[in-house]
Protein backbone atom coordinates (compact mmCIF):
# COMPACT_ATOMS: atom_id res chain seq x y z
CA UNK A 1 0.00 0.00 0.00
CA UNK A 2 1.04 3.54 -1.12
CA UNK A 3 0.47 7.30 -1.16
CA UNK A 4 2.07 9.01 -4.33
CA UNK A 5 2.04 13.08 -4.71
CA UNK A 6 1.53 14.59 -7.80
CA UNK A 7 1.09 18.24 -8.76
CA UNK A 8 4.02 20.44 -7.08
CA UNK A 9 6.22 22.68 -9.15
CA UNK A 10 7.03 26.10 -9.32
CA UNK A 11 4.11 29.21 -9.44
CA UNK A 12 4.39 32.97 -9.03
CA UNK A 13 2.63 34.40 -5.87
CA UNK A 14 -1.37 34.71 -6.81
CA UNK A 15 -1.07 31.34 -8.74
CA UNK A 16 -2.49 28.66 -8.36
CA UNK A 17 -1.68 24.78 -8.03
CA UNK A 18 -3.94 21.57 -7.87
CA UNK A 19 -1.76 18.66 -5.65
CA UNK A 20 -2.68 15.33 -5.83
CA UNK A 21 -2.64 11.86 -4.14
CA UNK A 22 -3.14 8.55 -5.03
CA UNK A 23 -4.15 6.21 -3.00
CA UNK A 24 -3.18 2.37 -4.04
CA UNK A 25 -3.31 -1.17 -1.86
CA UNK A 26 -6.35 0.49 0.20
CA UNK A 27 -9.38 2.07 -0.12
CA UNK A 28 -8.86 5.89 1.04
CA UNK A 29 -12.56 6.16 1.69
CA UNK A 30 -12.85 4.42 5.47
CA UNK A 31 -9.49 6.61 5.87
CA UNK A 32 -8.69 10.13 7.39
CA UNK A 33 -6.84 11.97 5.17
CA UNK A 34 -4.37 14.70 5.37
CA UNK A 35 -1.99 17.50 3.46
CA UNK A 36 0.96 18.53 5.78
CA UNK A 37 4.11 20.65 4.44
CA UNK A 38 7.53 21.12 5.86
CA UNK A 39 10.00 23.92 5.26
CA UNK A 40 13.48 22.50 5.68
CA UNK A 41 14.69 22.90 9.26
CA UNK A 42 11.15 23.45 10.65
CA UNK A 43 7.78 21.34 11.72
CA UNK A 44 5.26 19.56 10.41
CA UNK A 45 2.73 21.82 9.35
CA UNK A 46 -0.61 20.22 8.62
CA UNK A 47 -3.03 22.43 6.64
CA UNK A 48 -5.57 20.14 5.87
CA UNK A 49 -8.16 17.02 6.56
CA UNK A 50 -10.46 15.24 5.17
CA UNK A 51 -12.64 12.58 6.76
CA UNK A 52 -14.58 9.47 5.24
CA UNK A 53 -17.98 11.61 6.56
CA UNK A 54 -16.82 14.24 4.75
CA UNK A 55 -16.12 16.95 7.27
CA UNK A 56 -12.99 19.21 6.04
CA UNK A 57 -10.59 21.05 8.30
CA UNK A 58 -7.94 24.02 7.37
CA UNK A 59 -5.34 25.12 9.26
CA UNK A 60 -5.47 29.32 9.64
CA UNK A 61 -2.89 29.72 7.15
CA UNK A 62 -4.64 28.63 4.22
CA UNK A 63 -8.59 28.82 5.41
CA UNK A 64 -10.34 30.22 2.24
CA UNK A 65 -7.30 29.47 -0.31
CA UNK A 66 -6.97 25.63 0.05
CA UNK A 67 -9.73 23.12 -0.87
CA UNK A 68 -9.36 19.21 0.16
CA UNK A 69 -11.75 16.61 -1.80
CA UNK A 70 -11.64 13.36 -2.71
CA UNK A 71 -12.54 11.26 -5.93
CA UNK A 72 -13.51 8.14 -4.11
CA UNK A 73 -13.75 6.90 -7.86
CA UNK A 74 -10.04 7.53 -8.50
CA UNK A 75 -9.28 6.71 -5.22
CA UNK A 76 -7.45 9.75 -4.83
CA UNK A 77 -7.83 12.82 -2.92
CA UNK A 78 -6.62 16.55 -3.95
CA UNK A 79 -5.09 20.10 -2.67
CA UNK A 80 -6.42 22.45 -4.41
CA UNK A 81 -4.73 25.66 -3.60
CA UNK A 82 -5.22 29.34 -5.11
CA UNK A 83 -3.61 32.71 -4.22
CA UNK A 84 -0.63 31.00 -3.19
CA UNK A 85 2.04 33.18 -0.79
CA UNK A 86 5.80 32.83 -0.92
CA UNK A 87 5.14 31.22 2.88
CA UNK A 88 2.87 28.44 1.46
CA UNK A 89 6.85 27.16 -0.07
CA UNK A 90 7.47 23.42 1.25
CA UNK A 91 7.64 20.00 0.41
CA UNK A 92 3.63 18.91 0.63
CA UNK A 93 2.97 15.38 1.95
CA UNK A 94 -0.46 13.75 1.93
CA UNK A 95 -1.28 10.87 4.44
CA UNK A 96 -3.95 8.45 5.47
CA UNK A 97 -5.17 7.11 8.91
CA UNK A 98 -7.52 4.30 9.81
CA UNK A 99 -9.92 4.26 11.16
CA UNK A 100 -11.12 7.50 10.24
CA UNK A 101 -12.37 8.47 13.40
CA UNK A 102 -9.61 7.27 15.30
CA UNK A 103 -7.63 10.40 14.02
CA UNK A 104 -8.70 13.75 15.46
CA UNK A 105 -7.41 16.50 13.25
CA UNK A 106 -4.85 18.24 13.43
CA UNK A 107 -3.28 14.81 12.84
CA UNK A 108 0.16 13.69 14.37
CA UNK A 109 3.12 11.75 12.30
CA UNK A 110 0.97 8.42 13.42
CA UNK A 111 -0.99 7.83 10.80
CA UNK A 112 -0.86 4.42 8.53
CA UNK A 113 0.87 5.53 4.90
CA UNK A 114 2.93 8.83 3.71
CA UNK A 115 3.26 9.82 0.57
CA UNK A 116 6.93 10.86 0.10
CA UNK A 117 5.99 14.33 -0.50
CA UNK A 118 5.76 17.20 -3.70
CA UNK A 119 7.99 20.70 -3.75
CA UNK A 120 5.64 23.60 -3.95
CA UNK A 121 7.66 26.96 -4.40
CA UNK A 122 6.45 30.05 -4.97
CA UNK A 123 7.97 33.05 -6.03
CA UNK A 124 8.41 35.80 -8.52
Given at each position: ?????????????????????????????????????????????????????????????????????????????Y?????????????????????????????T?????????????V??
Open positions: AQLVEFGGGSVQPGGSLRLSCVASGFVLNSYAMGWARQVPGKGLEWVSGLYSDHSTYYSDSVKGRFTISRDSAENTILQMHNLKPEDTAVYYCAAGGPSSCHRYPFRDMDYWGKGTLVTSS
